[in-house]
């Protein structure tokens, strides 16, 4: 799909790598968009349930950053806004009006991702003895990434999310790999620690049950699916 024959923008709010890499690939250009909430005061029994209420805040609020903007053309057209964060920090710094005053139509995607482990819900490690003791974990042993895409047509109203889980399985993680990991930082921004992309990781990853766009924040499938019903 060439992005230029789509009939709508995509806003990601999102300052991920991954996400902007997948969302890319997948063929859509797109501009930035920060949402602004408080994540830890939202709590789920489970993360399912969790992952969607987060998307659905971050959805409301960007939401409520446009209607009050008055360059968007809330009667326009509908346009595409993807906001999907939880592995590393939105872009808080970034000028909204800039984005708005380019907007044609709009459908909003929003989303979210934690770590389970063990039955409990992980999200970004407070510290970095929290990330060390989270990768030890994962040495030998399992995860899971549960993460939502939630789509809103900022025009008509019409909101749909879903969550994908994929099942992760690991090698012996060598102490080594995990100081160096903690060293660099990068753990720190993620969900659970987890960063299996990442050149230290990778090797030590034995099986992947679902898809790497999905560990990475954002499922190719579900997400081109559910822009689909909501245009």
Not at 29 to 41: L, N, Q, R, V
Not at 141 to 165: H, I, M, P, W, Y
Not at 197 to 221: F, N, R, W, Y
């Amino acid at each position: 799909m060439e992005a230029s024959a789509s009939p709508f923008k995509i806003i990601l709010g999102s300052s991920s790598m991954p996400r902007r890499k997948i969302l890319a690939e997948m063929g859509y250009e797109f501009t930035i968009m920060a949402a602004d909430i408080d994540e830890k005061s939202i709590r789920k029994e489970t993360p399912e349930e969790l992952v969607m209420a987060i998307a659905e805040a971050k959805a409301d609020s960007i939401i409520s950053k446009l209607q009050t903007t008055d360059s968007q053309p809330m009667n326009a057209e509908p346009t595409i806004l993807i906001t999907a964060d939880t592995a590393e920090a939105i872009l808080n710094k970034l000028p909204i009006g800039d984005h708005v005053r380019e907007a044609e139509p709009t459908l909003l995607v929003t989303g979210d991702q934690v770590v389970v482990y063990e039955g409990v819900i992980r999200e970004k490690p407070s510290s970095k003895e929290e990330a060390r003791q989270f990768i030890k974990g994962y040495s030998g042993g399992q995860c899971a990434t549960v993460g939502s895409v939630l789509v809103t047509n900022v025009k008509t109203g019409f909101r749909k999310g879903e969550s994908d889980r994929v099942e992760i399985n690991f090698h012996e993680i060598p102490d080594e790999t995990i100081e160096k990991l903690i060293e660099e930082g990068v753990v720190l921004n993620v969900a659970g620690g987890l960063i299996i992309e990442h050149p230290l990781i990778l090797p030590c990853v034995k099986q992947v049950v679902g898809t790497m766009d999905s560990v990475m924040g954002l499922p190719k499938a579900l997400t081109e699916k559910l822009i689909k019903e909501a245009l």
